[in-house]
């Protein structure tokens, strides 16, 4: 086997301390251990001294040529099951429905007050009444969950995100109302993250040199989870790549009676260049201070991606998201090969913004680019898609 496929042994070791419970939760330690093309860890539930395989490199998965067919054309013709719709229907190997995507949304104040986002053609920020009807839109469309992102007031923005922490917040003031309004009838995963709070646009706390604090921030990561899964989250999504900040986050809500609430781990989150739409929506573009070097992945790096994963998945995490999405299909793949989770893919900003003005400029059929680019997700392994363009795909695929 290629040297190169593992030839190193990543060991994370985090500790949980869950003053609640009156104790200190033993540490759990991850190994990857080399065993050829494969690798082995202990499971956190298993216990330390079971250790469960898996694939480093995708491509032990994807060795194509001693499962092929040794039939020769014209014996074999691979245009014969491409005939007809129903005969392309049966072969078909990957999926997607309205249960395959995640709605992003953007909460703003006031009543009965939509806010079109200039830079993400078709995307508003809603009032949490009008949110309400967005979300039933979802329900009818057959849409399993929402994710929420609040613009923050600049008046409320501070150096310490403190409105993170406030229960009526925009973000808790969301949850709360879409829940009382739907109950189980749809999920909410809630963003945690300090960027849309704070006055530098920072996703945590900094230093005096403008350094984003690891420990620090998380400490009042555990306290916004905390904030959201009173107001009703469903999931927690801390996408601010802090450190031990999943298993801070976990044993908080076990030690608070919240053990049902998934956390979806933004795993491998990059410092990339797609997101700028985004932080206009939430209000934060103007107001970044340097950049998220020091904390979001390197693009550059595919490797690292598996042990944030790793660790994420160590720590409680239920699934993982990798972000962005079209240009890091590799990694999606790559996640979904090393790791029996669920593993989700977020089409950001930038990416819809493409799609929106190829579409404007005559260059594509939008329908058909919102589709296939769905399904390239689908294909690359991810369970589920959030996806600006989620409505309007899931009544396409429902007509």
Not at 106 to 126: H, K, M, Q, T, Y
Not at 342 to 348: E, G, I, R
Not at 350 to 370: C, H, K, N, Q, S
Request: with cysteine; charged share 20%; glycine share 10%.
């Amino acid at each position: 086997m290629p040297a190169c496929w593992l030839v190193a042994a990543v060991g994370v070791r985090f500790r949980h301390k869950a003053a609640a419970l009156g104790r200190t939760v033993a540490p759990i330690q991850l190994r990857l251990i080399a065993f050829g093309d494969k690798a082995a860890y202990p499971s956190p539930i298993e216990g330390e001294g079971h250790l469960r395989p898996i694939s480093i490199c995708p491509a032990a998965k994807r060795r194509y040529a001693p499962r092929m067919t040794q039939a020769a054309f014209p014996d074999l013709r691979l245009r014969r099951t491409r005939r007809t719709g129903w005969s392309r229907a049966m072969v078909r190997e990957t999926h997607l429905s309205p249960a395959h995507l995640i709605w992003p949304l953007f909460v703003c104040d006031g009543s009965g007050n939509e806010e079109a986002i200039a830079s993400l053609p078709g995307v508003s920020r809603w009032s949490v009444d009008l949110l309400v009807e967005r979300a039933k839109e979802a329900v009818a469309a057959g849409i399993p969950c929402l994710a929420l992102f609040p613009y923050t007031q600049t008046d409320r923005r501070s150096e310490n995100g403190g409105e993170a922490l406030n229960p009526d917040n925009l973000m808790c003031r969301g949850v709360a109302a879409i829940k009382q309004a739907l109950g189980d009838d749809i999920g909410v995963l809630t963003d945690v993250a300090l960027d849309p709070y704070t006055s530098h646009g920072q996703d945590g706390l900094v230093n005096d040199s403008g350094y984003v604090l690891n420990d620090e921030t998380v400490e009042v990561l555990v306290g916004q989870a905390l904030n959201q899964a009173r107001a009703g989250a469903d999931i927690i999504a801390p996408s601010d790549m802090m450190d031990g900040r999943i298993g801070a986050i976990r044993a908080a809500l076990e030690a608070e009676g919240f053990g049902h609430v998934q956390i979806m781990s933004y795993a491998a989150k990059y410092a990339s260049a797609f997101y700028g739409p985004f932080r206009d929506a939430v209000g934060s573009r103007g107001l970044l201070k340097g950049d998220k070097k020091t904390y979001q992945m390197d693009p550059a790096n595919s490797e690292e991606a598996l042990r944030e994963v790793a660790q994420d998945l160590a720590e409680g995490a239920d699934s993982v998201m990798v972000k962005p999405g079209l240009p890091y299909l590799d990694i999606v793949r790559a996640v979904k090969d090393n790791f029996a989770v669920p593993v989700y893919a977020y089409q950001v900003s930038g990416e819809y913004a493409m799609i929106e003005a190829a579409a404007a400029a005559g260059a594509g059929d939008r329908d058909a680019l919102v589709l296939e680019t769905l399904l390239a997700f689908r294909r690359a392994g991810a369970s589920g898609v959030l996806s600006y363009h989620a409505l309007h795909a899931a009544r396409l695929l429902g007509a």
